[in-house]
């Protein structure tokens, strides 16, 4: 990574590192800046630095950050010059990457659609994309409600709750176990499991070689004998995965579904409760929960940046002179608030009008496969939520919400509300049949597969035991081994 000769009017990247000129150090993407005001920290990367940025990562490790809509779309759909394989970095083959690094569960290389170009990532890719693809959308959105309601009514009578830690953070993982073919009450498990993983204790070291064992035991039964589930039809695929193949992108599938289902879900709901444009929507008004989904992923995105590209030769972008083996950060948040893109003026604006343009799930041929069961996911679970409780409103100011200091991840640490409606208990759910494929469809369209509203109808949303719960200690762990959140 080095610097533009000579530098730049606005200012060129002097910074520490190998083959870098001593001098001012890199901006940090990590801790209490890119958490408490990420917008501010982007604005000013952007007006020194320009569409490209040097950053640290952590000390003594540089990169860039592709702030620039159109930079980053160049970034995604040049695979010649910009790899998926971080075995390409100069950091780690220059020793300089501690063992103990937090980077490392996100920059290490995995024999997954994450990590490889052309071909074989275009043969992994169609086996996950395929395999989501075959799930019926209407039994996903009555898993999700379920899940949803049961959660709901599993909270105590005193009128309180915390809306990350009681139901964003554990109902993705309760719908996923079901998706991959576990039963529904591995569920609460799997994210005990889960929260030991952020501690480097011997206890983390069990839960994490007890939840890889029960993948590979899911995976050698359904080779045996396949059913209705992600696993069965991921190796039925015409790919061919092994069944190593197969475990890695089931992790791939559960970390990214799960992290980001979770920081999607907990950001709609901040935004319904705090801005008063959506205050209306909790007693049906004009903007809908689609909207509110659509101008999270324009501003606060689940996933705010992304590792990465790596620079295969010498090259030029955003006016930064790339080194080979550099590794280039995806500034997704930074790039949709870019003010040379298409759409985003209107987005500053509070006026999204349905655009789509915005790059929360990335751009070319690595884009996010799992973006449309994630949205349906999503928006049943925050329509059920507000059926239910429709009086939500905050417990603590919104200056008070505090964020995880994650440099990939936008994620509240907690959302306390209150409310106090409380409707007559709902009947049990009816026994619902087994998942069932149905033919291999085409690639389906962007957007919700259904009409979406502020309070669904009594078709898709049932009535909620009276009750609610204190809110829950915060909880530690973010993700499966710290892999998307980087902690």
């Not at 490209?52 to 010059?81: D, K, Q």
Request: hydrophobic share 40%; aromatic share 6%; net charge negative.
């Amino acid at each position: 990574m080095t610097a533009p000769e000579p530098p730049r009017a606005s200012g060129c990247p002097v910074a520490h590192g190998a083959g870098l000129p001593a001098g001012v150090p890199l901006t940090p993407l990590y801790g209490a800046a890119v958490a408490d005001d990420p917008h501010g920290l982007y604005a000013r990367l952007r007006a020194r630095y320009g569409p490209v940025a040097p950053i640290e990562l952590e000390p003594g490790v540089e990169a860039w950050l592709v702030l620039g809509y159109a930079e980053l779309l160049e970034l995604t759909r040049n695979e010649e010059l910009f790899s998926k394989d971080s075995r390409r970095w100069r950091v780690p083959a220059e020793g300089r990457l501690a063992p103990d690094s937090r980077l490392a569960p996100m920059t290490s290389w995995r024999p997954t659609l994450l990590n490889l170009d052309g071909a074989e990532h275009q043969r992994l890719r169609a086996a996950v994309a395929d395999t989501l693809a075959q799930i019926d959308h209407r039994q996903l959105r009555e898993t999700t409600e379920a899940a949803a309601n049961d959660l709901i009514d599993s909270w105590g009578p005193d009128g309180t709750a915390d809306l990350v830690t009681q139901y964003a953070r554990a109902l993705p993982l309760l719908v996923f176990t079901q998706l991959v073919g576990l039963p529904a009450a591995a569920g609460p498990h799997l994210i005990e499991l889960i929260s030991h993983f952020v501690d480097s204790s011997a206890e983390s070291v069990r839960a994490n070689a007890e939840f890889q064992a029960i993948l590979v035991d899911l995976v050698q039964r359904r080779r045996a004998a396949p059913s209705a589930d992600l696993t069965s039809w991921l190796l039925a695929h015409p790919a061919a995965l092994t069944d190593e193949e197969a475990v890695h992108h089931l992790v791939v599938m559960l970390v990214a579904g799960n992290e980001t289902s979770i920081n999607w879900t907990g950001n709609t709901l901040r935004l319904l409760l705090t801005d008063r444009r959506f205050r209306a929507t909790l007693t049906g008004g004009r903007l809908t929960v689609s909207d509110a989904l659509e101008e999270v992923l324009w501003r606060d995105p689940p996933t705010q940046n992304f590792p990465g590209r790596w620079a295969t030769t010498d090259t030029v972008l955003g006016g930064q002179y790339i080194s080979a083996g550099d590794m280039l950060v995806l500034g997704l948040a930074a790039a949709n608030a870019d003010p040379a893109a298409q759409g985003v003026a209107s987005a500053a604006q509070g006026s999204l009008g349905g655009n789509r343009a915005h790059l929360a799930w990335g751009a070319g041929r690595h884009v996010c496969p799992a973006q449309h069961p994630a949205r349906i996911i999503v928006e049943t679970a925050v329509e059920t939520l507000l059926h239910r409780l429709p009086d939500l409103q905050l417990a603590v100011p919104p200056s008070e919400l505090s964020w995880r200091p994650s440099p990939w991840s936008r994620a509240l640490l907690g959302l306390p509300v209150l409310y106090s409606a409380f409707t007559p208990p709902r009947p049990p759910a009816p026994e619902r049949p087994a998942w069932t494929p149905p033919p291999l469809p085409p690639e389906p369209a962007l957007g919700p597969s259904g009409p979406s509203g502020s309070t669904p109808s009594d078709a898709t949303s049932t009535e909620r035991t009276p009750g609610s719960g204190k809110p829950a200690r915060r909880s530690r762990w973010s993700s499966l081994a710290g892999w998307w959140s980087g902690r």
